[in-house]
Nanobody
Framework: QVQLVESGGGLVQPGGSLRLSCAAS????????IGWFRQAPGKEREGVSC????????WYTDSVQGRFTISRDNAKNTVYLQMNSLKPEDKAVYYC?????????????????WGQGIQVTVSS
């Protein structure tokens, strides 16, 4: 069964950090581009970050540039989103996604697999 399962979300104070993980099963990630998306209440889903299959090319939305880092560990079949200096406006449900193509994965239109989503709340 093909699955992407996110973990690592939760409640954190402003300025804090979280690392989201996205573990793949039923397929191997190493040939896929990866993306992280988020959706806040009442807002449309937006792309947060994406990377090609060998991490040679990455993209970050302006609001997280310099604070978030996308990475992967192919040996663990897992992708990560390290989130530092979190702000209340980062509060959202975060989703990971895979696509055979970069930068198409950044748009979230031709995604092959989506994770179920995980809540991130930034509040004091």
């Amino acid at each position: 069964q093909v699955q992407l399962v996110e973990s690592g979300g939760g409640l954190v104070q402003p300025g804090g950090s979280l690392r989201l993980s996205c573990a793949a099963s039923g397929f191997t990630l190493d040939s896929y581009a990866i993306g992280w998306f988020r959706q806040a209440p009442g807002k449309e889903r937006e792309g947060v970050s994406c990377s090609d299959s060998d991490e040679g090319s990455t993209w970050y939305t302006d609001s997280v540039q310099g604070r978030f880092t996308i990475s992967r560990d192919n040996a663990k079949n897992t992708v990560y989103l390290q989130m530092n200096s979190l702000k209340p406006e980062d509060k959202a449900v975060y989703y990971c996604a895979t696509d055979l193509f970069f930068p198409a994965v950044c748009l979230g239109v031709t995604v092959d697999y989506w994770g179920q989503g995980i809540q991130v709340t930034v509040s004091s």
